[in-house]
T-cell receptor, first 110, second 111 residues
Framework: GDSVTQTEGQVALSEEDFLTIHCNYSASGYPALFWYVQYPGEGPQFLFR?????EKGSSRGFEATYDKGTTSFHLRKASVQESDSAVYYC?????????FGTGTRLQVLP | EAAVTQSPRNKVTVTGGNVTLSCRQTNSHNYMYWYRQDTGHGLRLIHYSYGAGNLQIGDVPDGYKATRTTQEDFFLLLELASPSQTSLYFC??????????FGAGTRLSVL
């Protein structure tokens, strides 16, 4: 079945560091790809999506590019802030079933 | 404002107990989902539905039933709760292949 792999369980950075969180997927067909962010005590919230090969999604300084060749959708941000500390989930949507990765906890130290 | 509301927010029950988690959405979305969230597993799909009376099986359905009574209401039923079902449960709604909107979650403890 469809699956999403996030290799980093936790990431610790200092403010203004560059962020990369890796996401790879396995799916039949042509899924939509998403990033969600979850703050403590809240439900996950949509960050952005991409629907076709080479499309870039972005929001709040975060971005990711849909790469069908490497089946990846890596999250990047050039300069993180303490307020970016949260759990980030990569997800795919295929035939209306939405599957999430295991999440990456980002801690940004001041 | 469009929203997904879950109730109760917290629930404690005993092994073998009967639990119903409720979810109501005012987004006018056709799709609704139930996920459980556990450390090390992320969000795992239990059941989902694309309309009243419809039910689709997710990835971790064992021990759970669900029912979609209206476009707005989606219920998750645990008829014989077990400690392994202690978790944080999220409901979400969406249009087809689009953004999911999540509720605030229900924390369930099975003693």
């Amino acid at each position: 079945g469809d699956s999403v792999t996030q290799t980093e369980g936790q990431v610790a950075l200092s403010e203004e560091d560059f962020l990369t969180i890796h996401c790879n997927y396995s799916a039949s067909g042509y899924p939509a790809l998403f990033w969600y962010v979850q703050y403590p005590g809240e439900g996950p919230q949509f960050l952005f999506r991409a629907s076709r090969d080479k499309e870039k999604g972005s929001s709040r300084g975060f971005e990711a590019t849909y790469d069908k060749g490497t089946t990846s959708f890596h999250l990047r941000k050039a300069s993180v802030q303490e307020s970016d500390s949260a759990v980030y989930y990569c997800a795919l949507g295929n035939t209306n079933k939405v599957v999430f990765g295991t999440g990456t906890r980002l801690q940004v130290l001041p | 404002e469009a929203a997904v509301t879950q109730s109760p927010r917290n629930k404690v029950t005993v092994t073998g107990g009967n639990v119903t988690l409720s979810c109501r959405q005012t987004n006018s979305h056709n799709y609704m989902y139930w996920y459980r969230q556990d450390t090390g597993h992320g969000l795992r799909l239990i059941h989902y539905s694309y309309g009243a009376g419809n039910l689709q099986i997710g990835d971790v359905p064992d021990g759970y039933k669900a029912t979609r009574t209206t476009q707005e209401d989606f219920f998750l039923l645990l008829e014989l709760a077990s400690p392994s079902q202690t978790s944080l449960y999220f409901c979400a709604s969406s249009e087809a292949k689009n953004t999911l909107y999540f509720g605030a979650g229900t924390r369930l403890s099975v003693l």
